[in-house]
T-cell receptor, first 115, second 116 residues
Framework: DTGVSQDPRHKITKRGQNVTFRCDPI?????LYWYRQTLGQGPEFLTY????????KSRLLSDRFSAERPKGSFSTLEIQRTEQGDSAMYLC?????????????FGAGSRLTVL | AQTVTQSQPEMSVQEAETVTLSCTYD???????LFWYKQPPSRQMILVIR??????QNATENRFSVNFQKAAKSFSLKISDSQLGDAAMYFC?????????????FGTGTRLTIIP
């Protein structure tokens, strides 16, 4: 088990372009979370999945953002028509529900820079 | 809504000394979890220590311990015998129990520098 993997680690794009990030969670983990972290701030919750079902979305997740977890394994986070304010680190985390620990395992993140 | 406040943006400590990072939180819940996560320069968040609110005993993990004051809604992290590898951003975080998920609310972090 190699932990939570995120790809790409860094993406530079021009304003108005679409970007997609991928997260591969720990294989037996059924819950997957996306967070956004801007410079000097703590991570902020965006959305989470249990298996393939998206169970909660933050108000931070505007209609330009969409997340999927089609087969209950990896997940993608797409941002359409990127804006400079989207520049941030996008973190993915996973866990096994009902483990009683409430502990998330994080990936190293995907850093987005919008020019 | 739950909030987590870390009032120390930066802290520094001499190697081998002890340092305490502060965290306060606000919640109306009686049962919840509190965490300290470490984020080294490589950016992967790592769990340092976890506290369940219904447990009065303070959690300890090797050189890391917490001072959990439930009535004061305070949750500080003490790092003993500081090592160069402890240099990182430290985030205090909160999650509810009995809510069906492990969603975390984070503070703004404390950058810890270790002075050789």
């Amino acid at each position: 088990d190699t932990g939570v993997s995120q790809d790409p680690r860094h993406k530079i794009t021009k304003r108005g372009q679409n970007v997609t990030f991928r997260c591969d969670p720990i294989s037996e983990h059924n819950r997957l979370y996306w967070y956004r972290q801007t410079l000097g701030q703590g991570p902020e919750f965006l959305t989470y999945f249990q298996n393939e079902a998206q169970l909660e979305k933050s108000r931070l997740l505007s209609d330009r953002f969409s997340a999927e977890r089609p087969k209950g394994s990896f997940s993608t986070l797409e941002i359409q028509r990127t804006e400079q304010g989207d520049s941030a680190m996008y973190l993915c985390a996973s866990t096994l529900s009902n483990s009683g620990a409430n502990v998330l395992t994080f990936g190293a993140g995907s850093r987005l820079t919008v020019l | 809504a739950q909030t987590v406040t870390q009032s120390q943006p930066e802290m520094s400590v001499q190697e081998a000394e002890t340092v305490t990072l502060s965290c306060t939180y606000d919640t109306s819940e009686s049962d919840y979890y509190l965490f300290w996560y470490k984020q080294p320069p490589s950016r992967q968040m790592i769990l340092v220590i976890r506290q369940e609110a219904y447990k009065q005993q303070n959690a300890t993990e090797n050189r890391f311990s917490v001072n959990f004051q439930k009535a004061a809604k305070s949750f500080s992290l003490k790092i003993s015998d500081s090592q160069l590898g402890d240099a990182a951003m430290y985030f205090c975080a909160y999650s509810r129990t009995n809510f069906g998920n492990e969603k975390l609310t984070f503070g703004t972090g404390t950058r810890l520098t270790i002075i050789p």
